[in-house]
């Protein structure tokens, strides 16, 4: 076989680069490639002939890697659109002048639909050409698997820095809401698993329309019976028209607020007109949610990890193209039973592309009142364990971004 | 000797815990005091007669407590004042209803002072009662100290967030800007700290004051240089008028642009008004940046602990009173060698209280370039080394607070 080409798309992840690692090692245990090149800024580099060669990576680079956040390839919000056939055309031409005979894509959503069309349109063009999906998106909306790589460890983090501010905001007597708000714009998964801390006493998920009374009569509620209100909304929550809390708090009257920033602000501001607080504190996790490496799920890099190793040992077969590697879904017993067990399995890309999960509706309880027990079992295994680090001056080793060489 | 009595005060800290632990552990090694006490919710609590036993604290609960962050007492906004003669009798009254002969205070500026006024107004009143102050404070402006106990943790964690979220943004080609706002109302200390991750192009301190243009010209500079501006700012930064700039983007137009919220979104609009890049990202650290036990220094614990100790260990004298313990500066020598040695001394209360330590403006260069090496080698050092977390479903565990008993 000639050689394979990886690139990453879309936001970064805690992980994303586990799995980069994970394809370079496997090739090194089992060189089925000649060469690993890493396309340089996603697709879009690839287009324009930026490759780096990952072949020869030192164990301790790939060390490095494994614990490196953010895309060490670069990435590009760039997509390969269907009937693209330029773009197509461009691509196979690049693949060709490297003798490049696999592309390994990790991504989300839009880029397992690339893959599918790609491979849709290399058997219909008689182009030998194959594609492989590794998925990743800290969104956890993809179906049909249990989880995404980089979820867990983004997960992670909300619920320590959940824990971490709730006890700081535990300290003290004086009378004030907290706000945490986390990613997440069409689905909840980031917000609701800061609940697997147990330190949050009204969730706001893009799920559920918000209603802006029934809101405040939780938090009333909450302040009456404890003093306190521990509040985390997701960033994508909205109104029953769509208008995302982000926009400010429009519903309720003709004022102009010129509420500037994210849900939790809205929030934050909506209570204190209220007069059901005096003042709030708000702490958005935004980006630093989804790219830390001082909070990485051992779950979470061990499967990223293992996921590209298993997409290239997939590979091997030179009729595997189209598909997707992924976590199979836990059984309803495993669920139950807390068992945690990863499966992994492949499945055709076209599975992966083009829905998103939602947070369940039958896991959200209602009023604002937080997530099921069954929820809570899903969550748990997924943040346990925590990799052993190599530290450099008093910080998690990085690797020198390729595309910054 | 009769009893001891403990109590916190001010902002949570991650490691002001460990000053407590240092305190009952040392009592355990040397029982100089039948019982300490906890005071509950700080003076406020004390006042109030709430006191929690810590005498019998077991090793596994100091262990856990040293890797709690936030105050585990709860803490106050209630401040002492001299000349309080009521609050002062009050608090005289309830350390003879439980046969306390010492009160530890761990705080900032005001709790120094306020060690300093009570040993006084003792000391008038023929008064056997001592006063003994344990610093700690995120905000690094304590004098005659080194850097007081909580900085170093603040400033590890706000060097990784910088680091990862700096890795974040150099993944993507398209151009915008990045603000990274840290506490600090007026010092900047943990808005310089985190130039220790390499990774800021710009800070703005609030010891300089800010202007507008020089600011933006240094910006435009950096994105036609490299394409790429990364920023971190202080809550505290403000115009030479005094003017906050978290109070919005006042000095340059007669437009009422109401933006809410902090300095680094002042900051990010300010750069997209100017049309210098379409866009930007601000991450606000918040409370996150001071109540983290996900990255503890060891340092840090380690003196914070040991502080808590010498300060027991310094009461046994029975003339000890309106003192302060603390970590003596380094010599001009060990900064320029990079040499760290914590050497603990104790002075009186009245060399800590009521001055601020800014950060040093022969440490800040010029047109917002960051620090000086000689900075960079003070922060290094204060950020070494990871304690050894004992973690709980996926987190690192923590003591249920005293004030939540």
């Known amino acids: 076989m000639g050689n394979c080409l990886v690139a990453q798309s879309g936001g970064p992840t805690a992980v994303i680069n586990?799995?980069?690692?994970?394809?370079?090692?496997?090739?090194?245990?089992n060189p089925?490639?000649?060469?690993v090149f890493g396309g340089i800024h996603g697709i879009e580099g690839v287009l324009d002939d930026k490759l780096f060669d990952l072949t020869e990576l030192t164990t301790r680079e790939i060390d490095i890697l494994k614990q490196t956040p953010s895309s060490a390839l670069g990435t590009c919000r760039y997509k390969l659109k269907r009937g693209n056939d330029t773009d197509y055309k461009r691509l196979v031409e690049v693949m060709d002048a490297h003798d490049i005979d696999v592309m390994f894509y990790i991504g989300g959503n839009d880029s397992m639909d690339t893959v599918d069309a790609?491979?849709?349109?290399?058997a219909a063009n008689g182009c030998a050409k194959r594609f492989v999906g590794i998925p990743k998106t800290v969104d956890n909306d993809l179906v049909p698997v249990d989880h995404c790589p980089g979820f867990p460890s983004a997960a992670k983090l909300a619920c320590q820095v959940t824990h971490a501010t709730r006890l700081d905001y535990d300290a003290y007597t004086r009378p004030e809401v907290f706000v945490l708000e986390t990613m997440g714009r069409d689905a909840g998964w980031l917000a609701a698993s800061c609940c697997a801390s147990g330190d949050v006493d009204l969730l706001v998920l893009p799920e559920v329309d918000f209603d802006r009374d029934a809101f405040l009569a939780q938090v009333q509620k909450k302040m009456d019976e404890t003093g306190e209100c521990y509040i985390v909304v997701s960033e994508g929550a909205h109104y029953a028209n769509g208008t995302y809390l982000s926009a400010g708090d429009t519903a309720n009257d003709g004022f102009a607020h010129a509420v500037l920033g994210g849900a939790a602000l809205t929030l934050k501001q909506m209570i204190v007109d209220a007069g059901i607080a005096p003042r709030g504190v708000v702490q958005d996790l935004s980006r630093a949610a989804r790219s830390s490496n001082f909070a990485q799920s051992l779950v979470d890099v061990t499967e990223a990890y293992e996921l590209g190793m298993s997409a290239h040992m997939h590979a091997a077969d030179g009729a595997f193209t189209g598909q997707v590697?992924?976590?199979a879904p836990r059984t309803p017993e495993e669920l139950a039973t807390g068992t945690y067990n990863a499966r992994f399995f492949a499945a055709p890309a076209s599975k992966f592309a083009n829905y998103v999960r939602n947070f369940p509706a039958e896991w959200i309880l209602s009023d604002y009142q937080g997530i099921t027990d069954e929820a809570l079992a899903y969550f748990r295994?997924?943040?346990e364990g925590e990799p052993k680090?190599?530290?450099e001056n008093g910080m998690p080793a990085t690797i020198k971004a390729f595309n910054k060489r």
């Open 18 to 29: 586990a799995s980069l690692a994970g394809v370079v090692r496997a090739n090194q245990l």
């Open 118 to 122: 790609l491979s849709e349109w290399a």
């Open 381 to 383: 295994p997924l943040i």
């Open 325 to 327: 590697v992924g976590v």
């Open 32 to 35: 089925v490639f000649d060469r």
């Open 389 to 391: 680090l190599v530290y």
